[in-house]
């Protein structure tokens, strides 16, 4: 009998799906009712485009050419770096006369998380959907469904950097034939679009943007100064407004600002890359030490955005308010109110300057504190949800699993599934981590009920069976209610066992013996046809002997013998975890009492009985990419109980990850394959897990000294000089302070004349009398003629700077030295 299931309290609301509606209890889980499909509106008010930019520059020719594909109903490709002004185009592209045409208004679709990665393809569907058409309760669709209702809409549409998966893609063509779309995207991709490469500004644009800026107006005595600052600047919208806001912000001179970046070494062979670099570092340089500590916080927040509440909490609660417009002056900080955001093209170099005025872990654990603390205040996980998938990613054990609770309930009832999925990924794990079975069947109901509303009834089936024997087991009989009302709502179909017949089948070997004696014995199966189809024999559950023999008449007999039904059905495999998600490996891993084990567990089940259960693992540098070059490792799982395998594996046997990773962090990727007694495979990837070499010490080195003797550099035809009265040699020396042993110590140097940068030389240092602190090596300037190559005979400038690596690899890269080069020959005799 079926239990009887009173739902009251805890009530969070219900979604469907299908035939489906979704109550969310949040004691007990999710249970699912057969309900029609819900009327489903268009919302009263179109949506209106986002505020244009301030003071944007020209794009005459992009805005041309994006108001006439709008017009088109194009899907539109906008790429370029971070930097070059994309999201001001594309807002400013949104407010035109072509855009506010559009019938059903303009749609603005962002990531919630700076990474991109929080929402599925999936959940940018439901958004869209959603922006668009209103029900009671609310429905979630996919790509099938939601074209049903999105392909006869009109808007604009504006994807601002969320990641364009292969299935979004595919999917975006058919969802909005008569819609626009612009997708603004760092890179090109694939797919039938038009395409819209975004570059540097002409330089008569970007002086322009410089001095409106900077509140500079332009004349002779100054214009070459501004000239010389856009081409460091690389005419990059980013860089220039930020430069110009720091000239109008301070009391800096352009030449100031000029000798500033001229100062600045090159941070990458990307010129685009070097210029957003240099104009941070001089901006960065002009805060105070609270700004820098603010800006720092807000660049380690997952978020896209921040709030203000929040980076006050983050620093301890003091007061942000004057740092925050200062920031906002700056430009390092926008306002998108009532939260702040970081422009995506200084988020790299925000990041390197955060290592050094903010710990990122203890910034995240604060983070998950002041999430739950709040999770109950209107409107609060949704303006917060980047920040609670990060948080949830960053976290582990009690942490993760509460973070997953209240993330469960949104996540569900606003249709982002995809997301669903994963933290319902990360409590699983946290449960058996922590050993809570009521919260491992909780996990597991969940799983299952997310797969019965995406239509996957094998898998899903499997995990509410594994959560009813939890909860069975440990007495829950209200959440074995729920887990066991929501396997009756898959309704299986009976496996045919082998030796039997369905009574599908039977009936249509009736039919055919129906038939054929109508043909050859007439009236007889007049007599015959009715006894077939009688309610006595016609029941839902036949019990057939293993022959059936009919006989009409004497002269005619015929024997249908069933033969067994082949077990074709592969086995279903349910959820894949590692725990922990991060290891070591190393010869250091005892000696730092870190582990250097991991233990892989893997759901299964099929009615024939499980066989084997394979694991194929290797070890990568990248999470982003299937390396098939490195060597694969195989391994056989135990069985456990109700279904589960598991295999513990250690990184250091026969030092497989070292041979791989050679000392660098990682990543260990893994697959099982199931085989069932009849031959039958599935297959299915867990998540990587992070490898890091075992080291004790996580503190980089310290650079407590660098120097040059002499304190200047000379180069020039020294051929007819006195002995010893020029030379072109110079020590480069570096004192370091570090808990382990120093590794390796490097300088990079390179040759400056005004604001030309020679190319970057790389010499190593050695220990100075076996001084393991002290470092040191020569070097001559006239060596291969490097420093004439570079000041052609002038005076110049000397730049070096120190990288340190420790023996458990923590590396620092020392700032930048200048030292002033001299030209001087002696001529020739007479």
């Given amino acids: 009998m079926a239990d009887s299931i009173q739902i009251s309290g805890n009530v969070a609301g219900s979604v469907v799906i299908g035939d489906n509606n979704f109550v969310v209890n949040t004691n007990h889980g999710t249970i699912v009712y057969q309900q029609a499909a819900p009327q489903v509106q268009k919302r009263a008010l179109a949506p209106a485009p986002p505020r244009a930019p301030r003071g944007f520059v020209n794009r005459s020719a992009e805005l041309a050419r994006l108001e006439s594909w709008i017009s088109a109903h194009e899907i539109v490709l906008l790429h370029a770096p971070d930097g070059l002004g994309k999201t001001a185009l594309l807002k400013q592209a949104a407010n035109s006369a072509a855009a506010r045409a559009m019938p059903d208004g303009i749609i603005l679709l962002e990531s919630v998380d700076a990474s991109g990665q929080a929402l599925g393809p999936e959940d940018i569907i439901q958004r869209l959907f959603d922006a668009l058409f209103e029900s009671n309760p609310p429905l979630k669709v996919n790509a099938t469904t939601a074209r049903t209702y999105l392909s006869n809409t009109r808007p604009l549409v504006l994807f601002d950097e969320v990641p364009l998966t292969p ?35 002409p330089r008569a644009e970007a002086l322009s943007l410089l001095s409106d800026r900077a509140a500079i107006t332009v004349n002779d005595a100054i214009r070459s100064t501004l000239d010389a600052l856009c081409a460091l600047l690389d005419d990059a919208p980013l860089a220039l407004t930020i430069t110009g806001n720091v000239l109008r912000e301070t009391t800096d001179s352009p030449d100031a600002a000029l ?182 069947a909780w996990s597991l109901h969940q799983m299952g009920t997310r797969l019965l509303g995406l239509g996957d009834k094998a898998r899903a089936a499997l995990l509410l069976r594994q959560a009813l024997q ?20 898959l309704k299986p179909v009976p496996l045919v066992k082998p030796g039997t017949i369905s009574f599908a089948r039977l009936f249509a070997v009736f039919a055919t013996i129906a038939a054929t004696l109508t043909l050859f014995v007439g009236g007889v199966a007049t007599q015959v046809i009715p006894a077939l189809l009688s309610p006595a024999e016609s029941s839902e559950t036949p019990t ?44 250091s891993v005892e000696r730092c009492q870190q582990t250097s084990t991991t233990t892989l567990f893997a759901y299964a089940a099929d009615p024939s009985g499980i066989r084997q259960m394979q694991v194929v693992y290797w070890y990568q540098f990248s999470d982003e990419f299937v390396d098939e070059r490195v060597p694969r490792y195989e391994a056989e799982m135990k069985a456990g109980e109700n279904g589960q395998y598991s295999l513990l594996l250690d990184h250091n046997e026969q ?132 420093a004439e190559k570079i000041l052609k005979n002038s005076d110049g400038q000397f730049i070096w700077r120190i990288t340190a690596i420790d023996e458990y690899g923590n590396m620092i890269e020392g700032p930048p030295y200048t030292v002033e080069m001299r030209y001087d020959y002696c001529p020739a005799p007479g």
């Avoid at 909860?471 to 959440?479: C, F, S, V, Y």
């Avoid at 000294?705 to 020396?733: K, Q």
């Fill in 167 to 201: 299935a979004l893609q595919n999917a975006l063509p058919d969802l909005l034939p008569q819609g626009a779309l612009i997708l603004a995207a760092d890179l090109p991709a694939g797919g039938d679009f038009e395409h819209l490469a975004i570059k540097s500004l």
């Fill in 259 to 440: 000798s500033f970046l001229q100062s600045t070494p090159d941070s990458s062979p990307d010129r685009l890359r070097c210029a957003l670099d240099r104009a941070f570092a001089y901006a960065f340089s002009r805060l105070s030490a609270d700004e820098q500590k603010v800006l720092s916080a807000a660049a380690l927040t997952p978020s896209i955005s921040n709030s203000p509440d929040w980076l006050s909490y983050a620093l301890g609660g003091v007061p942000v308010n004057a740092a925050l417009e200062r920031l906002q002056a700056l430009g390092l900080l926008f306002a998108n109110s009532p939260r702040l955001r970081l422009p995506p093209g200084f988020r790299a170099p925000a990041l390197r300057e955060a290592d050094k005025q903010v710990e990122e872990r203890p910034l995240l654990e604060k983070l998950a504190e002041y999430l739950l603390a709040n999770q109950s205040q209107p409107g609060f996980i949704a303006a917060e949800l980047g920040n609670f998938a990060g948080a949830l990613r960053a976290s582990s054990g009690q942490t993760a699993l509460s973070l997953a609770r209240v993330l469960d309930p949104y996540l569900t009832l606003n249709g982002l599934w995809d997301l669903w999925g994963r933290a319902l990924d990360s409590a699983l794990e946290a449960a058996q981590m922590l050993g809570d079975r009521s919260a491992e």
């Fill in 470 to 489: 939890i909860r069975e087991a440990i007495g829950d009989a209200a959440g074995a209610a729920y887990s066991r009302h929501n396997l009756n709502a």
């Fill in 544 to 587: 057939l002997t293993p022959t059936i023999t009919l006989t009409p008449s004497p002269s005619a007999t015929f024997t249908i013998t069933p033969t067994s039904t082949p077990d074709i059905v592969s086995p279903s495999l349910g959820k894949l975890y590692a725990t922990p998600r991060e290891s070591y490996y190393g010869e």
């Fill in 655 to 786: 030092n497989r990850a070292e041979n791989t990773l050679k000392g660098q962090d990682g990543w260990m990727f893994w697959r099982v394959t199931a085989t069932d007694a009849a031959g039958n495979q599935s297959t299915q990837e867990g998540s990587p897990v992070s490898l890091f070499q075992a080291r004790c010490d996580t503190s980089a080195p310290r650079i407590l000294r660098a120097y040059t003797l002499p304190g200047y550099g000379t180069y020039g035809d020294f051929s007819f000089c006195t002995a010893g009265s020029y030379s072109s040699y110079m020590e480069l020396h570096a004192i370091l302070q570090d808990e382990s042993l120093i590794k390796a110590v490097t300088v990079q140097y390179y040759y400056r004349i005004k604001s030309q940068n020679g190319p970057v030389f790389t010499l190593k240092l050695t220990p100075y009398k076996d001084d393991p602190t002290h470092y040191y090596n020569y070097l001559d300037h006239n060596s291969n003629n490097q």
